[in-house]
């Protein structure tokens, strides 16, 4: 028996796009065949799940997607207000699949048959014992020997060499014809883990498709300067306020150290060391959440008065460069409203964008009610109402309030972007230094170029993910 690898998804994937696991094993042709896809926990004997897979009709090949399931293993990771490098768990996962068989329980058998005191005898290596129930199948279908076809009991064994069935044996006319014995309640042999596929990892990412066809895991586990964070942020054209953050996660190849340089338009040069032997790790990089910075070289701090922009890269425990750089401008515009969103890309990093035009707050309330009897009053024997009275009485009510939000002209890098922020399923906006979670409840947007419009400006609205609960 051998089972062998067809594909099988990126050792280091995203976690959202599919995860398949293509094999091919010499015993699929024998009736009941099925794969055994089992995934644990890398490292862990504990079974997450266990998939077992009918051959493909045209292959034979057993193909499973698990994407599904390891999807489920993760979400995200965003320390608010931090100002250093951090582990993010739940942004990734690791994972081992075994590949093993099942098939149902069958002896063939070659020899020819054999007279055991008027029954028939067959010869083979077999499990079965006195009594059992067994199936017969011969080769020309019963045609040569039509009383050796079908359902038997076994009268005898003789170890596990040969056993006899109740057909007598002088109904037999041709004592060559091949055939194969089984269970007759299809009992299966079962071999796990015939091969293994251990290791692997996952992002909570989700690339596009035409993205995931020229997906390559290598340029993003930081080994050359053309390496890419796990990030969709624009590397050019990205313009942010002072008051912004960005929140990015980048896969270091469990290098136990490494460092985050930054250079500012000045020319000062700084750094962050990372220290966390993870495959992926996350860092603040955004204008408001730097933090403090080691000097490499220059003058501190990061951003001055004079800065209009820097950059930021991954490099080695040596300071060698080892991922592309990313430019973040900074906006000194005027602003209207502070506001800015945060929000989760399609890389599973962190993005945000100010919202610095004028915004307008609107709120709907609900409330359910239901009519009640009117007690009334009894004044020398007359009835009447109580003004005071409910009759109609609420008795849940909730106040929802949405925000619509305008941005500044923009690149069209950032209008790009933007599209991420439309679709992500995790949002929060910030107001000063608190984070609020939302929902962006616009469900469509235009795709804008500068060459069709010279100003591209977005607007945006997004509904508070909590609701006001009133004291009823």
Same mark, same amino acid.
């Given at each position: 028996m051998?089972?062998?690898? %067809?594909?099988?998804?990126?050792? #280091?994937?995203?976690?959202?796009?599919?995860?398949?696991? =293509?094999y091919?094993?010499t015993?699929k042709n024998?009736?009941g065949?099925?794969?055994?896809?089992?995934?644990?926990? @890398?490292?862990?004997s504990?079974?997450?799940?266990r998939?077992?897979?009918?051959?493909?009709?045209?292959?034979?090949?057993?193909?499973?997607?698990? /994407?599904?399931?390891?999807?489920?293993?993760v979400? #995200?990771?965003?320390?608010?207000?931090?100002?250093?490098?951090?582990? =993010?768990p739940n /942004?990734?996962y690791?994972?081992?699949?075994?590949i093993g068989?099942? +098939?149902i329980?069958? +002896?063939?058998?070659?020899?020819?048959?054999?007279?055991?005191?008027?029954?028939?005898?067959?010869?083979?290596?077999?499990?079965?014992v006195?009594?059992?129930?067994?199936?017969?199948?011969?080769a020309?279908?019963?045609?040569?020997?039509?009383?050796?076809?079908g *359902?038997?009991?076994?009268?005898?064994?003789?170890?596990?060499?040969?056993?006899?069935? &109740?057909?007598?044996?002088?109904?037999? !006319?041709?004592? !060559?014809?091949?055939? $194969?014995?089984?269970y007759?309640?299809?009992?299966?042999?079962?071999?796990?883990?015939?091969?293994?596929? !251990?290791?692997?990892?996952v992002?909570?990412?989700a690339?596009?498709?035409?993205?995931?066809?020229s997906?390559?895991?290598?340029?993003y586990?930081? /080994?050359a300067?053309t390496?890419?964070?796990?990030?969709?942020?624009?590397?050019?054209?990205f313009w @942010?306020?002072?008051?912004? $953050?960005?929140f990015?996660? *980048?896969?270091?190849?469990s290098?136990?150290?490494?460092f %985050?340089?930054?250079?500012?338009s000045?020319?000062d040069?700084?750094?962050?060391? %990372?220290s =966390?032997?993870?495959? =992926?790790?996350?860092?603040?990089?955004?204008?408001?959440?730097?933090?403090?910075?080691t000097?490499?070289?220059?003058t501190?701090?990061?951003?001055?008065?004079?800065t209009?922009?820097?950059? #930021?890269?991954?490099? &080695?425990s040596?300071?060698?460069?080892?991922?592309?750089k990313?430019?973040?401008?900074?906006?000194?515009?005027? @602003?209207?409203?502070?506001? /800015?969103?945060?929000?989760? $890309?399609?890389?599973?990093?962190?993005g945000?964008?100010? #919202?610095?035009?004028?915004a307008?707050?609107?709120?709907?309330?609900?409330?359910?009610?239901?009519?009640?009897?009117?007690?009334g009053?009894?004044?020398?024997?007359i009835?009447?109402?109580?003004?005071?009275?409910?009759?109609q009485?609420?008795y849940?009510?909730?106040?929802?309030?949405?925000?619509e939000?305008?941005?500044n002209?923009m690149?069209?890098?950032m209008?790009e +972007?933007f599209?991420?922020l439309i679709?992500?399923?995790?949002v +929060?906006?910030k107001?000063?230094?608190?984070?609020?979670a939302?929902?962006v409840?616009?469900?469509?947007?235009?795709?804008?170029?500068?060459?069709?419009?010279k100003?591209?400006?977005?607007?945006?609205t997004?509904?508070?993910a909590?609701q006001?609960?009133? &004291?009823?």
């Amino acid at each position: 028996m051998a089972i062998t690898k %067809i594909a099988s998804p990126a050792t #280091f994937a995203p976690a959202y796009n599919p995860l398949k696991f =293509i094999y091919d094993g010499t015993n699929k042709n024998i009736s009941g065949y099925r794969y055994i896809f089992d995934v644990y926990p @890398a490292g862990s004997s504990t079974l997450l799940s266990r998939y077992k897979v009918f051959p493909q009709y045209s292959t034979g090949y057993g193909e499973i997607d698990i /994407s599904k399931l390891i999807s489920s293993m993760v979400s #995200f990771d965003v320390p608010f207000l931090n100002t250093v490098s951090y582990n =993010i768990p739940n /942004s990734r996962y690791a994972y081992d699949v075994k590949i093993g068989e099942e +098939y149902i329980t069958t +002896y063939a058998y070659t020899a020819s048959l054999v007279n055991n005191g008027g029954n028939v005898e067959i010869t083979t290596t077999h499990t079965f014992v006195a009594g059992d129930q067994v199936t017969i199948a011969q080769a020309d279908g019963g045609v040569a020997n039509p009383n050796l076809e079908g *359902f038997f009991t076994v009268l005898s064994v003789v170890g596990t060499a040969s056993f006899t069935v &109740n057909s007598l044996w002088a109904n037999v !006319t041709n004592a !060559t014809i091949n055939g $194969d014995a089984f269970y007759s309640d299809n009992r299966k042999t079962t071999t796990l883990a015939v091969a293994t596929s !251990t290791s692997n990892q996952v992002f909570n990412g989700a690339l596009s498709f035409q993205d995931y066809t020229s997906y390559l895991p290598s340029a993003y586990l930081l /080994s050359a300067n053309t390496d890419y964070l796990l990030t969709n942020l624009p590397q050019t054209g990205f313009w @942010a306020t002072t008051e912004q $953050d960005l929140f990015v996660n *980048f896969g270091n190849n469990s290098v136990t150290t490494g460092f %985050i340089y930054f250079e500012n338009s000045n020319g000062d040069i700084f750094k962050r060391s %990372i220290s =966390i032997a993870q495959t =992926i790790s996350g860092v603040p990089c955004g204008p408001d959440n730097t933090g403090s910075l080691t000097l490499v070289s220059g003058t501190a701090t990061l951003i001055k008065p004079t800065t209009t922009f820097y950059k #930021f890269w991954y490099t &080695n425990s040596g300071g060698t460069q080892h991922s592309v750089k990313y430019t973040v401008n900074i906006d000194t515009r005027c @602003a209207i409203e502070d506001y /800015s969103l945060l929000f989760m $890309d399609r890389m599973g990093s962190f993005g945000s964008f100010a #919202f610095q035009l004028r915004a307008y707050e609107k709120g709907t309330v609900s409330k359910q009610s239901f009519n009640k009897d009117v007690t009334g009053v009894v004044t020398a024997q007359i009835w009447g109402y109580l003004g005071s009275e409910y009759g109609q009485s609420v008795y849940s009510s909730t106040v929802a309030k949405t925000l619509e939000l305008n941005t500044n002209w923009m690149t069209v890098e950032m209008a790009e +972007y933007f599209e991420e922020l439309i679709s992500s399923p995790v949002v +929060y906006l910030k107001v000063g230094r608190f984070y609020q979670a939302v929902t962006v409840i616009d469900s469509s947007f235009e795709v804008e170029k500068q060459r069709n419009k010279k100003l591209i400006k977005k607007t945006v609205t997004v509904a508070y993910a909590n609701q006001n609960t009133v &004291n009823i």
